[in-house]
């Protein structure tokens, strides 16, 4: 019905930068929602960023002023541009969504299957 897929992530050097993709795909009308979260090693998955229906940007406090969450409606693809990258940001990054399938409302809420971001010397 509704496939969402992250892609862009790596190997990166601490400093480096690195631009997630997360592509939404099938019966779409429209996309409410495409946040971004990761999860690290033996570490419960976090908020890293998200919009609001007001078209605010949220962040966690940790990559403010380092990670720009963006999308491309007409694209149907969403994503997280991530500078100044430090290994403690190193985590399997998802993103999370919500599809309004057609003219009457109906959504989709899912995950992507998540892209491994490594930040290390």
């Known amino acids: 019905q509704v496939q969402l897929v992250e892609s862009g992530g790596g190997l990166v050097q601490p400093g480096g930068s690195l631009r997630l993709s997360c592509a939404a795909s099938?019966?779409?009308?429209?996309?409410?929602?495409m946040d971004w979260y990761r999860q690290a090693p033996g570490k419960d998955r976090e908020l890293v960023a998200a919009t609001t229906t007001g078209g605010d940007t949220n962040y966690a406090d940790s990559v403010k002023g380092r990670f720009t969450i963006s999308r491309d409606n007409a694209k149907n693809t969403g994503y997280l541009q991530m500078n100044s990258l430090k290994p403690e940001d190193t985590a399997v990054y998802y993103c999370?969504?919500?599809?309004?399938?057609?003219?009457?409302?109906?959504?989709?809420?899912?995950w992507g299957q998540g892209t491994q971001v490594t930040v290390s010397s």
């Open positions: 099938g019966s779409i009308f429209s996309i409410n929602i």
């Open positions: 999370n969504g919500e599809v309004v399938l057609d003219s009457y409302g109906s959504t989709w809420h899912g």
